[in-house]
C-alpha cells in the first residue's frame, strides 16, 4: 500500500469567468521512502496539488477525489482538527519563498519550537533542546545564538534551511517541498537540495520534491511526474523518463537542460504558454504547442495511457514500441 | 535609543513654537477682546476701557505680546486666568483628569469593540457581518459627535431615562478628589453607589467619544488583517497545523497590529479635539468644556495655555507611540 494514494484529486476554483480546475483529475502515489518529482511549467498545477494533500486549499476552492488517503487514512472522511493532527506532523511542507514564509514577528527558535509544542507538548527545557537540535540537523552553524533570530536577521538560504527545520520537526512520513530552491542563489541552491536528499535518507522519509528544474529531478528522484495544465502528462522511473521520455512535453523540457543542448548556439525552448482559463484548447491540451500534433491531437483529448515502462497521455508518443521497430 | 528620544524630543521645538503662535494669533483674530467682553452690553467709558487693556498689557504690539507670553511659558509660567486670577496650569491640572478618563474610557471603548470586529470582518471577508461592520463603520465614522451625543441623550436619558444627562456624578454623592479619576476616587473611598454612578454617568460620553475611534480602529484592523492573511507565513503556520485561533489571533495578529498601533496612537489627538465637543455636550468638566468656555470669554491665557499643555500631550502620546512601534516590530528594533 503506498503511503500517500491520491486518485482522481480535482482542484476547482470559481471565478468570475467561470469554474476553473487548476488541478484536474490527477494521481498520484508515493511509497514509504520513495523519491517522487513533480515537474511542470508555472501554472501546471503542481503547487495546488501538493496544497490539496497538505489540506491547505483556499475556502474558495473545492477539492474532488475518487481517494485520498495517507497511511491508509481516508484524509477526505477527517474533520478538521484530525486532519490538523496529520498536517504539519506526518506530512510537512517547505515553501517555495523562504524570506516571506517565516513570521518576520516571532524568534527563529519560537518557530521552530511551535510545531514541538503543538504536536509533541513538548515545553521548557526539552522543547529548547530539541529545536536546538533540528537547527544542527539543518547545518545552520552557533544554533544556541539563532534561536533568538528574527528571520529577517537571516539569509535566504539561511531561512529555507529554518523553515526545513519546522518542516522536519516531528518526523513526518511525507515531506513536500514546493521549488524549495527557486529563490535561492545558485551556489546555495545546491547545498539546500543536498540537505533535503540527506535528510530524506537519513530518516527514511517520503519526499515530493516539487521543481521546475528537470536537472534537479534527475540527481534527486526515483519516479517522476510531469504536469501540464492541471493534467499527467508523463510518469515513470526518473532512468527511464531520462532515457526515453514518450510525451512529447516531456522531450521538449528536456531537450531545454543545457547540459543536453551541447553544440548547439541556442537553447530550444518550447513556444506559447500554458493555458489558462479562459484559452483551454480543442483534444490534446498541449497540442498548441507539439511539434507533432496531428488532426486527431486538435480533436480528441488522449487518456493517460498505460506504456511498458510508465503511463503517458499522448496518440503518438515518442521512442514508444512501435516507432522503434517501424 | 537614548539618541532617538531626544531626536524625536528636539523636534518638538518648532511644533510647539508653532502651535502657540497659531493659538496666539487665531484668539485674537476673534472680535472683541477679554474686557469688551466681560462688560458686555453695558458699555464703559474708552478712559476706563484703556487703562483696562494697559494693565493686561494688551495695549502692547502683537510681537511684543507673543515674546513676553513665550517667555513666561519657557520660564514655566503659563499666566493667569484673566476670569479666576488662577494659574492656568493649576486650572488645567485639576480639569485635566476628567478629559483623560473620558478619552481612556473612549480609546478602550473602540479597541475592546473595533480589534474583534474587524479581526471577525477580515476573517469573514465578504459576509454579512463583514458588510455590516464596514457599513456601520462608515455611518460611524461620518457622524456628527455633537448631533450623536444629542441623538444618545434624547433616547437613553430622556426617553428610556436608562443614562443621567449630563455631568460626572449623581449630586447624592460627593467625592474628594485624590487621582482626579472618579472611578479611582470612588473605589478608593470605598462607596461603590458612587462609583456606579461614576460608571453610568461616563457610558453615553464614552460611546460618543469613542464613535469615530471606534470606526477607524475596526475598518484598519480589516484591512490590516486582509492584507496579512494572504502572508505567505501564515500559510507556513497553517502548514505546521495550527488551529485557526492561533494562526489567525496569534500569527496574524501579531503583524496587522503594528499599523493599528499607530493608528491608535494617532487617534489620541483626534480624540482630545473630540473631548471638547462631547464635554460640552454632556457638561462634563473636564479641559475641553474649560477651553470653549475661555474662547467664551476671550481668556487669551488659559486658552492659550491650554491649548499648549494639550498639543504636548499628544505629541508625548505620538512619541510613546513610536517607541512601542520599535517594540512590536522587531525590524524596527533591531535597525537600530
Redesign the interface.
Known sequence: MPLLDIQNLSVAFSTRAGTFRAVDGIDLQVDEGEVVGIVGESGSGKSVTSLAVMGLIPSAGTVIADRMSFAGTDLRTLSRSQRRRITGKDVAMVFQEPMTSLNPCFTVGFQIGESLKVHEGLSGRALRHRTIELLEQVGIPAPESRLSAFPHQLSGGMNQRVMIAIAIACNPRLLIADEPTTALDVTIQKQILDLLVGLQRDRGMALILITHDMGVVAETAHRVVVMYAGQVAETRSATELFERPRHPYTGALLDALPERALGRRRLPTIPGVVPGIADRPQGCLFNPRCPRAQDRCRAERPALLADDAGRARCFYPLNSQSEVTA | MLRFILTRASLLIPTFLGVTLLTFLLIRLVPGDPIEVRVGERGISPERLAQFRHELGLDQPLWKQFLDYIGGVLSGDLGTSLVTHNPVLQEFLTLFPATIELAFMAMLFASVVGLPAGIVAAVKRGSWFDHGVMGLSLTGYSMPIFWWGLLLILLFSVNLGWTPVSGRLDLLYYVEPVTGFMLIDTLLVGEYGAFWSALEHLILPTVVLGTIPLAVVARMTRSAMLEVLG???I?????????SR?VVGL?AL??ALIPVVTVIGLQVGTLLGGAILTETIFSWPGVGKWLIESINRRDYPALQGGVLLIASTVMAVNLLVDLLYGV????IR?AR
Open positions: 502572508e505567505d507565513y500559510r507556513t503556520a497553517r502548514a505546521k497545523g495550527l488551529n492561533r500569527h501579531r503583524n512590536l516590530n522587531p525590524r533591531h
